[in-house]
């Protein structure tokens, strides 16, 4: 069965700080990997997924995560945080026979200090 | 607007009294599920639903239950809510027609229970 990691419970950054939040994975096969983020009160809304092709993914809010099979990661990086990007990450993994339940990791909250 | 709605948003119960969280989608999406939030432990799914009248357990099914009579409802059902159940849930929908871990999940605003 398929699993995430995500080692970083906790990160701070500056505003305008680079960021890149960590997601290692364990799955036989090709994954299927997401990343979403939850806003403070509010539900998960996907920022970027990758299932096959270009292995440098781009998503929504200046968001990019990239694919590396060799380090079963798929880390999420932004070049510049904004005070409204503090919110919880999640990365997750699907399998690509699509009939199982999406797994998530146990997420990483970011806290932007001005 | 496309959405996956919930209610109630905010719960305070006391044992054993039986509760229902309903969540809605408008979406006409095949694939339901529920999942508790809680610190430390991320989300962990409770049941999916892949299609009317077919649900399974996810990884936390004790003390819940669910059923799917029609496409656009979910409701979760806790028979004797207990204080281990105090929690923040989340029902998601998807497609569901290219595989159910594989399509992007549509997430509810959440609803904080408390039971006492």
């Known amino acids: 069965a398929q699993s995430v990691t995500q080692p970083d419970i906790h990160i701070t950054v500056s505003e305008g700080a680079s960021l890149e939040l960590r997601c290692n994975y364990s799955?036989?096969?090709?994954?299927?990997l997401f990343w979403y983020v939850q806003s403070p009160g509010q539900g998960l809304q996907l920022l970027l997924k990758?299932?096959?092709?270009?292995?440098l993914v781009q998503g929504i809010k200046g968001f990019e995560a990239e694919f590396k099979r060799s380090q079963s990661s798929f880390n999420l990086r932004k070049p510049s945080v904004h005070w409204s990007d503090a919110a919880e990450y999640f990365c997750a993994v699907g399998e690509n026979s699509g009939n199982t339940p999406l797994v998530f990791g146990k997420g990483t909250r970011l806290s932007v200090i001005a | 607007e496309a959405q996956v709605t919930q209610n109630p948003r905010y719960l305070i119960t006391v044992t054993g009294k039986k509760l229902t969280v309903t969540c809605s989608q408008n979406m006409n999406h095949e694939y339901m599920s529920w999942y508790r939030q809680d610190p430390g432990l991320g989300l962990r799914q409770i049941y999916y639903s892949m299609n009317v009248e077919v649900t399974d357990k996810g990884d936390v099914p004790e003390g819940y239950k669910v059923s799917r009579k029609e496409k656009r409802n979910f409701p979760l059902i806790l028979e004797s809510p207990s204080p281990n159940q105090t929690s923040l849930y989340f029902c998601a929908s998807s497609l569901g027609t290219s595989g159910y871990s594989t399509d992007t999940q549509y997430f509810g605003p959440g609803t904080r229970l408390t039971v006492l």
């Open positions: 799955y036989g096969a090709t994954p299927y």
């Open positions: 990758y299932f096959s092709g270009d292995t």
